[in-house]
């Protein structure tokens, strides 16, 4: 399974329940789409981050199949029948970074978790183990993710955790965390 996320975050004229309204009510109609291999979406407000010129914005994960359903879910996204839902939310959108990520382990479903741990191995590593190992050291829920091909400008590994949760790091690996909450 692949999580397509694209982070964005709204002009700075927009208000930001307006911005919220227009992306949850897209989401809402692009799960109502026929859209092949495409699992089902969640959106989240987060906290400051490095890829957001340190500001606060959305992150909407898009589950999916595997990289066949991209397309799919590209098409869906602009069709005829969403172009108003779209083009509210587009309107609206200062930037955004889309990135592309593996479900490695643990949860499967990633959209209750409330804090991502995005991780960067020191180099010259493997990673399963350590990896694994960091995940092991999790009270509560986990769901581990990597980057694929150096898609997106966030860190290679994304952790989710509940809020409460604090893993353990190895010597060398390097952690930022960001705060979420899901808006639908």
């Known amino acids: 399974m692949l999580a397509y996320i ?32 495409f699992r089902g979406s969640a959106t989240y407000s987060i906290t400051e981050t490095p890829w957001l010129s340190d500001q606060i914005g959305c992150e909407d ?9 991209m397309d ?9 029948s969403m172009w108003d839902t779209h ?6 959108t200062d930037f955004g970074h889309g990135g ?22 020191p180099r010259g590593i493997r990673y399963q183990q350590p990896l694994a190992e960091i995940a092991e050291s999790i009270e509560g829920p986990v769901s581990v993710w990597r980057k694929q091909m150096v898609l997106g400008p966030a860190p290679e590994f994304a952790l989710l955790t ?12 390097e952690a930022f965390v960001v705060e979420r909450k899901r808006l639908e």
């Not at 994960?61 to 359903?69: E, F, K």
């Not at 643990?106 to 960067?120: F, H, N, V, Y």
């Open 61 to 69: 994960w898009n589950l999916l199949d595997s990289s066949a359903a």
């Open 162 to 173: 509940s809020a409460s949760a604090e893993p353990v790091l190895e010597d060398r690996w």
């Open 87 to 92: 083009a509210a939310i587009a309107e609206q």
């Open 6 to 37: 694209f982070w964005h975050r709204p002009f700075p004229s927009v208000e930001k329940t307006a911005y919220e309204a227009a992306l949850t009510k897209f989401h809402s109609a692009l799960r109502k789409s026929s859209c092949p291999g």
């Open 72 to 80: 799919a879910l590209n098409e869906a996204a602009v069709a005829p």
């Open 100 to 121: 592309l990520y593996r479900y490695l382990l643990g949860e499967a479903d990633p959209s209750p978790l409330t804090r991502i741990w995005w991780l960067k191995r």
